[in-house]
């Protein structure tokens, strides 16, 4: 089993930036690509950005390419989402997840999941 939390949420205007936080704890050996989504109210969850288990590979949804950016540093159970030129359609709950295999495809299964943290971008 792996816990996953998020950290780092909060309320900022729009051009700002913030970074979000994911560890995930418990069994490493299972902890492969990790993931983020987020789901507006109303709306269905969408993918954000995945990272590989080295870091060394990412991929993006094409609207927050260029302005967010995925790393996962020397400990491989944290990540980040450094998100800059926030707009108010990034508004949010923002999850990270884990997925036990080696997967960036946005629709790629997820095994373990946070609770999220609420981003919030007024105009």
């Known amino acids: 089993q792996v816990q996953v939390v998020e950290s780092g949420g909060g309320l900022v205007q729009a051009g700002d930036s913030l970074r979000l936080s994911c560890a995930a704890s418990?069994?490493?050996?299972?902890?492969?690509?990790m993931g983020w989504f987020r789901q507006a109210l109303g709306k269905g969850r969408e993918f954000v950005a995945a990272?590989?288990?080295?870091?060394?590979?990412?991929t993006y949804a094409d609207s927050v390419k260029g302005r967010f950016t995925i790393s996962r540093p020397n400990a491989k159970d944290t990540v980040f989402l450094q998100m800059n030129s926030l707009k108010p359609d990034d508004t949010g709950v923002y999850y990270c997840?884990?997925?036990?295999?080696?997967?960036?495809?946005?629709?790629?299964?997820?095994?373990?999941w946070g609770q999220g943290t609420q981003v919030t971008v007024s105009s």
């Open positions: 418990g069994n490493p050996t299972i902890t492969n690509t």
């Open positions: 990272v590989s288990w080295g870091g060394a590979r990412t």
């Open positions: 997840a884990v997925a036990r295999r080696s997967c960036l495809e946005p629709d790629c299964q997820y095994d373990f």
